[in-house]
């Protein structure tokens, strides 16, 4: 378990590493800002949802204690509000993020209901388990470069290298420590792979349904489009799509490729004041010492976090 004095100790590593009190955890010149601030990143999310849900943990925690369903876009915009900060936001926002995000997962405690992969039914789980958390840690990092590389020129070894040292830190933000995580980035590919083949992702029934209403989106207007459910299918290993008994026939294999293809021809020509994400652009006027946000960055802020802005929260 990670407890709130070993969640502190890792935000000294953290505070020791940052960039400074306003660039944040990362700043300007590093790789994960490079990543995250393309809009792109949402072609992953339904990919990192279902890798996270195909634990039995998550899938037991989020059926049991989220309003997912109820509240389909609230979920959304908490989560990337919560990444966002901790990415973007300054530095005292970020680990106040950190700290709030381990406050909810401190309540994320139950029992599984049945007997599913290597877990017995009634084994424990609870969301502060380091085996858990970097497992979700994982997923959100292998899908972003995954989702970059998918659209745009990918990047070089010695790239690949530098994200994962900066993800090591984001680790940190959940409070996994430097023995929790991978060394360097082969060392966390064989990590993933291993784990994509371990039974210890096993589609439980609670998995199937969360992702089922998930894509349904609660309401029709909230529903994914076809080509979006085939394409987070195509990015998972075959036993886990059979798992999921997500649709994957030629015709949907096509209609992916074929959005795909689209989205690389017209995705690197949309202006950035469009194309990055908001929080991005209010760290970039942040920086310089701008405290009114434009039209176009509360926008893009409401779109993706809820919100006009994304420090005033964690500031309150």
Not at 187 to 201: G, K, P, V
Request: proline residues 5%; aromatic residues 10%.
């Amino acid at each position: 378990m990670v407890s709130e004095s070993d969640l502190e100790l890792a935000l000294d590593f953290v505070r020791a590493r940052a960039a400074g009190p306003v660039e944040g955890i990362f700043g300007p010149g590093s790789m994960t800002w490079r990543i995250d601030r393309e809009a792109i990143t949402f072609l992953g999310a339904g990919r990192a949802l279902l890798l996270q849900l195909a634990h039995p943990w998550v899938a037991a925690a989020v059926a049991e204690h989220s309003r997912t369903f109820a509240d389909p876009i609230g979920r959304f915009h908490r989560t990337f509000g919560v990444v966002f900060t901790m990415v973007f936001g300054s530095l005292d926002a970020a680990l106040t993020a950190a700290r709030h995000l381990h406050r909810r997962h401190t309540m994320i405690v139950g029992r599984l209901p049945d007997a599913i992969g290597p877990f017995e039914s009634g084994s424990l789980y609870r969301a502060n388990e380091v085996v858990a958390l970097r497992w979700v840690h994982a997923t959100l990092v292998d899908t972003a470069l995954a989702v970059h590389d998918l659209i745009l020129p990918p990047f070089s070894v010695e790239e690949r290298e530098r994200y994962w040292a900066e993800s090591r830190l984001f680790g940190a933000l959940f409070g996994l420590t430097s023995s929790d995580l991978p060394a360097d980035w082969d060392s966390f590919a064989a990590y993933t792979a291993e784990m994509m083949q371990s039974d210890t992702l096993s589609v439980s029934t609670a998995a199937r349904e969360v992702a089922r209403q998930i894509f349904a989106g609660g309401r029709p207007w909230l529903r994914s489009p076809r080509w979006y459910q085939t394409l987070s299918a195509e990015l998972l290993p075959d036993r886990l799509r059979t798992g999921f008994g997500l649709a994957f026939d030629e015709r949907d294999r096509k209609a992916a490729e074929r959005a795909v293809g689209r989205i690389r021809r017209i995705y690197p020509k949309i202006p950035t004041q469009l194309r990055y994400v908001g929080p991005y652009q209010e760290a970039q006027a942040r920086l310089q010492g701008t405290t009114q946000l434009g039209w176009t960055t509360r926008c893009l802020n409401r779109a993706w976090i809820g919100r006009p802005q994304l420090d005033d929260r964690w500031n309150r």
